[in-house]
């Protein structure tokens, strides 16, 4: 049985504390969460959310990618530059605004073991780092859609609004901070440029985290066809793990993660079959997949029945380096249509300001041909994407 201590320490001392061998647990909105790692992200520019309520909390530092849980979603520090919103707080929501400071500060980032994936920074609910599973389902989209494709995108994380901002960011090839701000001109050419190039259609779908699950999602598509005329070519559902089983009424009593998250897998995967219409979704890896810079497909968090249900499954994996080339390494972990070790592992750009992945020279494939017995502990970056494909 674990000896628990609580304490209050800066974020920089949940380094050396992982580094000699203790478990970490902090205080986030869903009660205590445990950290899987610490990142030393490098020197960044500096914001600051200060309160505009006479709130007595803590000013937050930061860098313009942090996210700050607001009463429209999670918004970056960038996205709220010199706005009032009101940020989520031990004490409820404040108001607050960000400024820049014009300083560069060192920045450093935990990555903690929730499906929220959030914890209170300065009292602050606040997102951890990611790779992240929704700028690659958005890309995914946005792809899909570039090549005259019906997609249906379904959150059950972030709101719709935040979806086709994203997706709006990657097919207009601007910053996702300036969307809002584009001149009313602008964004019409750019609609009217986008239409010539495909007719693909759109449709995103919000329903609350742990509430829907494939009966939902039949009825959808089948309004969606009836009312709409529309038929998906590819849904994306944005993540498996957060939907919930048709069959099972939830975890607790004799239900466990393994069989909960192997029905929702089988009910999508049935829901495939019966529409023809490939889905893909998201999961997380395991703690010990956390602190590794090569995950397996034993590393799939909850329920290894997912990976032996899905027929496709891929890993995006970021390591120090590669995060410090705005790189991401892609390594298939399952491939039922495919051999497998046909372009086993690859490196893609990532430009996360325009929610996009993106083709980089072959010389930086080198990087994906490095051992797979090679682990680090510290100082890795975010693993928590596999998405696979049902």
Same mark, same amino acid.
């Given at each position: 049985?674990?000896?628990?201590?609580?304490?209050?320490?800066?974020?920089?001392?949940?380094?050396?504390?992982?580094?000699?061998?203790?478990?970490?647990?902090?205080?986030?909105?869903?009660?205590?969460?445990?950290?899987?790692?610490?990142?030393?992200?490098?020197?960044?520019?500096?914001?600051?959310?200060?309160?505009?309520?006479?709130?007595?909390?803590?000013?937050?530092?930061?860098?313009?990618?942090?996210?700050?849980?607001?009463?429209?979603?999670?918004?970056?520090?960038?996205?709220?530059?010199?706005?009032?919103?009101?940020?989520?707080?031990?004490?409820?929501?404040?108001?607050?605004?960000?400024?820049?400071?014009?300083?560069?500060?060192?920045?450093?980032?935990?990555?903690?073991?929730?499906?929220?994936?959030?914890?209170?920074?300065?009292?602050?609910?606040?997102?951890?780092?990611?790779?992240?599973?929704?700028?690659?389902?958005?890309?995914?989209?946005?792809?899909?859609?570039?090549?005259?494709?019906?997609?249906?995108?379904?959150?059950?994380?972030?709101?719709?609004?935040?979806?086709?901002?994203?997706?709006?960011?990657?097919?207009?090839?601007?910053?996702?901070?300036?969307?809002?701000?584009?001149?009313?001109?602008?964004?019409?050419?750019?609609?009217?440029?986008?239409?010539?190039?495909?007719?693909?259609?759109?449709? #995103?779908?919000? *329903?609350?985290?742990?509430? /829907?699950? $494939?009966?939902?999602? !039949?009825? %959808?598509?089948? =309004?969606?066809?009836?009312?709409?005329?529309?038929?998906?070519?590819?849904?994306?559902?944005?993540?498996?793990?957060?939907?919930?089983?048709?069959?099972?009424?939830?975890?607790?009593?004799? #239900?466990?993660? *393994?069989?909960?998250?192997? /029905?929702? $897998?089988?009910?999508? !995967?049935? %829901?495939?079959? =019966?529409?023809?219409?490939?889905?893909?979704?998201?999961?997380?890896?395991?703690?010990?997949?956390?602190?590794?810079?090569?995950?397996?497909?034993?590393?799939?968090?909850?329920?290894?029945?997912?990976?032996?249900?899905?027929?496709?499954?891929?890993?995006?994996?970021?390591?120090?380096? %590669?995060?410090?080339?705005?790189?991401?390494?892609?390594?298939?972990?399952?491939?039922?249509?495919?051999?497998?070790?046909?372009?086993?592992?690859?490196?893609?750009?990532?430009?996360?300001?325009?929610?996009?992945?993106?083709?980089?020279?072959?010389?930086?494939?080198?990087?994906?041909?490095?051992?797979?017995?090679?682990?680090?502990?510290?100082?890795?970056?975010?693993?928590?994407?596999?998405?696979?494909?049902?």
């Amino acid at each position: 049985m674990n000896n628990w201590t609580e304490k209050e320490v800066e974020i920089q001392d949940i380094k050396t504390l992982l580094d000699e061998g203790y478990e970490i647990e902090v205080d986030s909105p869903d009660g205590w969460v445990g950290v899987n790692f610490f990142i030393d992200k490098g020197m960044y520019d500096e914001y600051i959310l200060e309160y505009t309520n006479g709130y007595n909390g803590t000013p937050v530092r930061c860098n313009e990618a942090h996210l700050f849980e607001t009463t429209v979603g999670w918004e970056s520090a960038r996205q709220i530059l010199d706005k009032e919103v009101n940020v989520l707080t031990r004490d409820g929501y404040q108001k607050a605004i960000v400024r820049k400071s014009g300083f560069e500060i060192p920045i450093v980032d935990i990555n903690v073991e929730h499906e929220n994936h959030r914890y209170y920074t300065e009292d602050v609910s606040s997102h951890n780092t990611g790779v992240g599973k929704s700028l690659a389902m958005c890309h995914f989209a946005s792809a899909a859609l570039s090549e005259g494709k019906n997609v249906l995108y379904i959150t059950l994380e972030m709101a719709e609004e935040k979806i086709a901002e994203r997706i709006d960011a990657n097919l207009f090839d601007v910053n996702i901070a300036d969307i809002e701000n584009l001149p009313k001109d602008t964004f019409i050419n750019k609609i009217n440029k986008i239409t010539k190039k495909t007719q693909g259609k759109l449709i #995103i779908k919000e *329903y609350p985290t742990a509430v /829907a699950h $494939a009966g939902h999602f !039949r009825a %959808l598509l089948d =309004e969606l066809k009836l009312k709409k005329d529309f038929k998906p070519d590819v849904i994306f559902i944005d993540y498996l793990n957060i939907a919930a089983s048709s069959r099972m009424k939830g975890l607790g009593g004799s #239900i466990n993660s *393994y069989s909960y998250v192997k /029905a929702i $897998a089988e009910e999508l !995967r049935g %829901l495939a079959v =019966e529409f023809d219409v490939p889905i893909w979704s998201a999961t997380q890896v395991t703690r010990t997949g956390f602190g590794n810079s090569d995950v397996d497909i034993t590393d799939t968090s909850e329920s290894f029945g997912l990976p032996a249900t899905c027929d496709m499954m891929i890993a995006l994996i970021s390591t120090e380096q %590669l995060e410090g080339m705005n790189q991401v390494m892609v390594k298939q972990l399952k491939n039922r249509y495919n051999d497998l070790n046909e372009n086993k592992r690859f490196v893609v750009g990532i430009d996360r300001s325009k929610m996009r992945l993106y083709d980089v020279e072959d010389s930086a494939q080198s990087l994906s041909s490095e051992t797979e017995s090679e682990t680090s502990t510290i100082g890795v970056a975010d693993k928590d994407f596999s998405s696979f494909k049902i």
